[in-house]
């Protein structure tokens, strides 16, 4: 039973209102770490949109075609990840040949996208709220896109802190914790407009 | 649940995990495979053309071209250095703390952390490319102590080695027991360079150390062995400055060699004075030669020095560390006001702490010139 849900909106919604990072906290660890640097962070957004996109597919072809049909169900979360790690991998592979600058700036980060929350939830919730093929891709998709404009906002924001005349006991994690905060505020602040869940 | 749940189970997650697998090889077979590019060494000294896909180390190795490492291409001996001409993108985590400020402005890099995917061009101390690949047989195998072993290696081909007192060679072992790969690991020659038919090596038994193990437990007279060499910086610099020798255990390798190169050359007119370091009297060894070298060298000055003797030991010599004693020399025998140099080999932590006494005695540390070995 799929819920009623156009994917345009749930792309948009997935996005701005229930952003994954923003409204269900998940993903944080490299987003905090790797906002440091703009750079990185828009390399490692595009590294998250696009694995969340094909994983979210595959996983979805492997749920509905492989895991429903065997009443496989207690395995979900196992082939999820396990098909998570194949996609990080090729990624990995194809990211170094053709942009060894971003492979290099996105170093550990690459390979730790396999055990990125935000990318084994959407998987979850695409399970969990039985969404069909064209909404899972969607709502993969926007999600990534979402994530992408976090943590570049992020970073934009703490470029701009890092000259602000903050107390010291504040600097660098908490300051950060801070904003994340704030971030989370404004983006929650429309989720009036669009409810997807 | 039934009985075909136990079957399907570890059937679906194994056909998914092969196929997603199978995807893997796939593509790592259409994407890392390089055409051969050219490596162009020291100005168009050598060229050389390789496949790419492999590290920079490897490459060169396989090529003959063997660039000095100590943890055979795993990032953790920052040894294998190299000056890079050419853009390989910028500096890996894996390389920074190896690389000291000036050395990231000059783009030096670590050789086995460069993937090769363009032509480059590179610099390397002309030295390395006289560095040869020596087959040899062991001819004996000596205990110094308990714990360090002195092998003694004949050359076979070639038959011969050029080298400077001090330098080292990178002995390479076969796989043996659970390891299934060579090992290579860097040690100095404890010979003088006039017998260029042998290398010796001090081997001192690290507890785990893969090649230390293999050489202590496994290895037999008139066996085959390989090693790479000659490497290094650490020699005697021509001039008339008074010298101070710091070592530890095996450290002793490269400063007898040293030492005695200077006596076969009936180079007189530097004083020597060597500290050596031993926690007790079973750690020491060439005690007689070194005593006898003494009397013969009039310029050499041997001091033993045990940190922690056994009462049984009736030691009759300095007491204390190495770097207390060494202080209380600089302060009160050696003569301030001469230049000095000096020359270390020992453990990381030995030479920090003695280049700190030095330093506090007034001898800069360009002045002071070790090989650390971890």
């Known amino acids: ?197 | 649940m039934d009985i075909l749940t136990f079957i399907v189970a570890p059937m679906v997650l194994s056909l998914l995990s092969g196929a997603l697998a199978f995807i893997i090889v796939l593509v790592d077979s259409l994407v890392n495979n390089y055409p051969d590019f050219t490596i162009d060494i020291n100005n168009g000294r050598k060229k050389l053309t390789a496949k790419g896909g492999s590290s920079l180390l490897v490459t060169l190795s396989s090529q003959g071209i063997f660039i000095p490492s100590a943890c055979g291409g795993k990032a953790s001996c920052g040894a294998c250095k190299v000056k890079i001409e050419s853009d390989v993108g910028v500096i890996l985590p894996t390389e920074l703390p190896y690389l000291s400020e000036e050395e990231k402005k000059d783009n030096i890099r670590l050789a086995c952390q460069i993937k090769l995917k363009n032509n480059i061009r590179l610099s390397i101390p002309e030295d390395l490319l006289y560095v040869k690949q020596f087959d040899a047989t062991v001819e004996s195998i000596t205990d110094l102590t308990y714990d360090i072993k002195q092998i003694k290696l004949k050359l076979l081909s070639p038959d011969s080695i050029d080298f400077k007192a001090g330098q080292y060679v990178q002995l390479i072992i076969p796989p043996y027991g659970q390891i299934p790969e060579k090992t290579q690991r860097a040690y100095s020659m404890s010979n003088t360079p006039s017998d260029n038919q042998h290398a010796e090596l001090l081997i001192r038994l690290v507890p785990g150390g893969l090649l230390t193990t293999y050489v202590h437990k496994f290895m037999q007279v008139n066996e085959k062995v390989v090693f790479t060499g000659p490497f290094g910086d650490f020699f005697l610099r021509d001039t008339k400055a008074e010298m101070i020798c710091v070592a530890g255990g095996s450290g002793m390798a490269p400063i007898k060699s040293i030492i005695y190169d200077m006596y076969e050359k009936k180079n007189f007119d530097r004083s020597i004075w060597y500290f050596f370091g031993a926690k007790s009297a079973r750690d020491l060894f060439y005690l007689d030669e070194l005593k006898e070298l003494e009397r013969l060298m009039p310029s050499f000055h041997f001091i033993p020095a045990l940190s922690n003797p056994d009462p049984a030991d009736n030691w009759k010599g300095e007491t204390g560390l190495i770097t207390n004693i060494l202080d209380k020399y600089l302060k009160t025998v050696i003569k301030a006001s001469s230049p000095k140099e000096a020359y270390l080999c020992g453990s990381p932590g030995m030479i920090d702490a003695t280049v700190k006494v030095l330093n506090v005695n007034g001898i800069a540390s360009e002045k002071i010139y070790y090989d650390k070995f971890a």
């Open chain 1, 1 to 197: 039973m799929r819920p009623d849900v156009t994917p345009l909106i749930l792309f948009i919604a997935s996005i701005f209102t229930s952003n994954i990072l923003l409204s269900n906290f998940l993903g944080m660890c490299s987003f905090i770490s790797v906002s440091k640097d703009f750079k990185s962070s828009n390399g490692l957004g595009l590294a998250v949109t696009l694995t969340l996109t094909i994983t979210t597919a595959l996983n979805w072809l492997v749920y509905k075609y492989v895991i429903l049909p065997l009443k496989l169900e207690y395995l979900t979360y196992i082939v999820f990840i396990i098909v998570i790690a194949a996609v990080v991998q090729v990624l990995e592979m194809l990211i170094e040949r053709i942009s060894s600058s971003l492979y290099m700036a996105l170093g550990i980060f690459l390979p730790l996208i396999t055990v990125n929350c935000a990318i084994f939830g959407v998987a979850l919730f695409m399970q969990l709220r039985n969404y069909d093929f064209i909404q899972s891709v969607f709502f993969g998709a926007g999600s990534g896109l979402g994530w992408w404009l976090a943590i570049v906002t992020l970073a934009a924001i703490r470029k701009k802190v890092d000259v602000a005349p903050i107390p010291s006991a504040l600097k660098g994690p908490g300051i950060t914790l801070i904003t994340i905060g704030f971030m989370a505020m404004a983006f929650i602040g429309f989720s009036g407009m669009i409810s997807v869940q």
